[in-house]
Nanobody, 125 residues
Framework: QVQLVESGGGLVQAGGSLRLSCAASGRTFSSYAMGWFRQAPGKEREFVAA????????YYADSVKGRFAISRDNAKNTVYLRMNSLKPEDTAVYYCAALMTRDNRLGNAAAYDYWGQGTQVTVSS
C-alpha cells in the first residue's frame, strides 16, 4: 500500500504562485513515477505533470508548460509542484498519484495505482 498526502493548496490571485507537496509513505521504494492531475467542477480529471523517481525525467501538459515545475526529493519521498503565473483556469482540485510499475502512459490517469485526497487550488481574477 502507498499513502499519498497533498498539501499547499489555497487561494491566490492571478499571476501568483503556489507550491504543492505530496508526501508518500508505504511501498514508495518500488514506485516508478509520480503524477499530478487536476479536476475542475464539471470537468474530467486531466493530466498536469509527471516525474520518474529514477532519473527524474519530467513531463507536462501543454497548458502548464513553462509555468509549472514538478520535482522530487527522493530522501523525503516527496514530490512537489511549483505553480507560477497562475490563471483562473488553473482553479481545480489537484491530486497526486503513484504509478507503481513501468508504464509509458504517464499522462493517463487510468495507469496510476494510488491517489491522494486532493488539495483545492483557487485562482481569483
Amino acid at each position: 500500500q502507498v499513502q499519498l498526502v497533498e498539501s499547499g493548496g489555497g487561494l491566490v490571485q492571478a499571476g501568483g504562485s503556489l507550491r504543492l507537496s505530496c508526501a508518500a509513505s508505504g511501498r514508495t521504494f518500488s514506485s516508478y513515477a509520480m503524477g499530478w492531475f487536476r479536476q475542475a467542477p464539471g470537468k474530467e480529471r486531466e493530466f498536469v505533470a509527471a516525474i520518474r523517481w529514477s532519473g527524474g525525467s519530467t513531463y507536462y501538459a501543454d497548458s502548464v508548460k513553462g509555468r509549472f515545475a514538478i520535482s522530487r526529493d527522493n530522501a523525503k519521498n516527496t514530490v512537489y509542484l511549483r505553480m507560477n503565473s497562475l490563471k483562473p483556469e488553473d482553479t481545480a482540485v489537484y491530486y497526486c498519484a503513484a504509478l507503481m510499475t513501468r508504464d509509458n502512459r504517464l499522462g493517463n490517469a487510468a495507469a496510476y495505482d494510488y491517489w491522494g485526497q486532493g488539495t483545492q487550488v483557487t485562482v481569483s481574477s
